[in-house]
């Protein structure tokens, strides 16, 4: 067989020429930039370069009567703790371990294979008395412990102390199921420190408006259709709200002897100002 002679030509390549700046030329000197470095990061330094600074102690202020205080170790609620407007038994389940069990206030697990009962309960004293429960009072709610709780008024608190394992057990057999320590203050705390720019006043009750009978007394002629009238106070309304400029209207029945009668008007306006004014008028 003839051979078939094939000729390879290649092309020659022709590169871009770049030309590198001198300064990147340089090499680079590792020690002299690490040392660079360091006296920038002074943190970097070796540990025996640097001069340390004395200890400092951190210590957080308390704002409750801390000699008080049963155990290091326990769980503490201050009235800071305690949300405006909020109940006591929200602020309790809010330490861990406390929970609520078949609608009973527990510490940690049942002790026994049945359910949860009140005497499964923690131990409440209030200033190292034991607060007398009763049964659950508020809607839907069994646990003596968190209605006792519940009906607390969290600015009357100094602070709430929760005792567990250990320290619990020093109070005895009962004290097995956990500790609630209840600390009252001394002094109520201030009404307006959560707000010092809103005008506060402080009333003395809230009351319901109270039913009074009205006595129809137009047939004064009439001896038998007069009533016996022995009442003391004609005519009462607790709950008007008026808006400005608002005028607001009362009828109510005199007794049927003439006599002196007293009025006494009451309130309070939008920017908490008192409004007292008390006058005299005659029925004939």
């Given at each position: ?13 022709k ?24 006296s ?11 001069k ?39 602020a309790?389940?809010?330490i ?10 527990l ?158 008007i ?19």
């Open positions: 067989a003839g051979k078939k002679q094939v000729k390879f030509i290649v092309n020659p390549l590169w871009p020429k770049f030309k590198t700046p001198a300064v990147f030329k340089q090499q680079l000197i590792p020690e002299a930039s690490l040392k660079k470095f360091r920038i990061y002074a943190d970097t330094e070796p540990i025996n370069a640097v340390k600074l004395p200890t400092v102690q951190v210590r957080g202020k308390t704002n409750y009567d801390e000699s008080k205080r049963v155990s290091k170790n326990s769980a503490i609620i201050t009235s800071d703790g305690i949300p405006e407007g909020g109940n006591v038994g929200n309790v389940l809010g861990s371990g406390l929970h609520v069990s078949q609608g009973y206030l510490i940690g697990g049942l002790s026994s294979m049945r359910g949860p009962a009140a005497i499964d309960e923690p131990l409440i004293l209030v200033n190292g008395a034991q607060a007398a429960l009763g049964a659950g009072s508020g809607i839907g709610e069994t646990s003596p412990a968190l209605s006792f709780l519940n009906s607390l008024n969290g600015r009357e608190i100094d602070f709430i102390e929760v005792l567990k394992g250990t320290d619990a057990s020093n109070y005895g057999v009962r004290g097995g199921n956990g500790v609630i320590l209840i600390n009252m203050a001394v002094n109520r705390k201030d009404l307006s420190r959560a707000l010092p720019a809103i005008p506060v006043f402080i009333a003395r009750g809230i009351s319901d408006s109270p039913t009074f009978p009205e006595v129809n007394t137009f047939a004064k002629n009439s001896a038998s259709l007069t009533p016996v009238d022995k009442r003391s106070t004609i005519f009462w309304e607790g709950g008007i709200l008026l808006k400005p400029s608002e005028t607001k209207t009362f009828n109510f029945y005199t007794s049927s002897i003439p006599a002196n009668y007293k009025a006494t009451s309130g309070v306006t939008s920017r908490g100002d008192v409004i007292y004014k008390s006058f005299t008028f005659k029925s004939r």
